[in-house]
């Protein structure tokens, strides 16, 4: 196999695990997926198929990297612009940390196509009601989401 045949096998093989989410966002209310939901079968997968992912990161650019470990010059390179956080209470490394911590997860989610419900799902629908990516709607009175133009999609 190729690497680009390791990774859609190791895509296949993580849609086949079923894998529930932890993560609670009690505020939202939405669940997602945690690094302990996906990195054991992520690793466990990545064996499998012959393959490894490398994270690295610089100041302006995190990479995940799925190396092909039969042909380790093989590599599929998945990237995103590196981001800040300010947690209250929390010093700079502890910051940096939660940083490296959420473009981790995104990186394999991206990798692996791990799917997640997409942000807006938890936004208004309109001015009355909510709705958040756990199928409840809420009565909460929230600002409307703007309108696009096909314009501002281009």
């Known amino acids: 196999m190729n690497v680009y045949e390791k990774l859609i096998q190791a895509r296949l093989m993580f849609q086949n695990e079923n894998v529930k989410k932890s993560g609670q966002n009690k505020y939202a209310g939405y669940t997602y997926f945690e690094l302990n939901d996906i990195l054991p079968i992520c690793n466990k997968i990545c064996n499998d198929v012959k393959a490894v992912c490398v994270l690295n990161f610089t100041e302006s650019v995190a990479t995940l990297q799925f190396i092909d470990c039969e042909k380790t010059d093989d590599v599929i390179t998945f990237t995103s612009p590196m981001s800040e956080a300010t947690l209250k209470g929390c010093h700079k ?45 809420g009565t909460q009175k929230k600002e409307a989401l703007p309108k696009w133009t096909k314009e501002q999609s281009d």
């Not at 997860?105 to 791990?114: A, G, S, V």
């Open 93 to 137: 490394v502890q910051n940096l940390g939660a940083v490296e911590t959420y473009i981790k997860r995104y990186l394999y989610q991206n990798c692996f196509e791990i799917a997640e419900n997409d942000a807006l799902d938890s936004q208004p629908i309109n001015n009355n009601q909510t709705v958040n990516n756990s199928g409840n709607s």
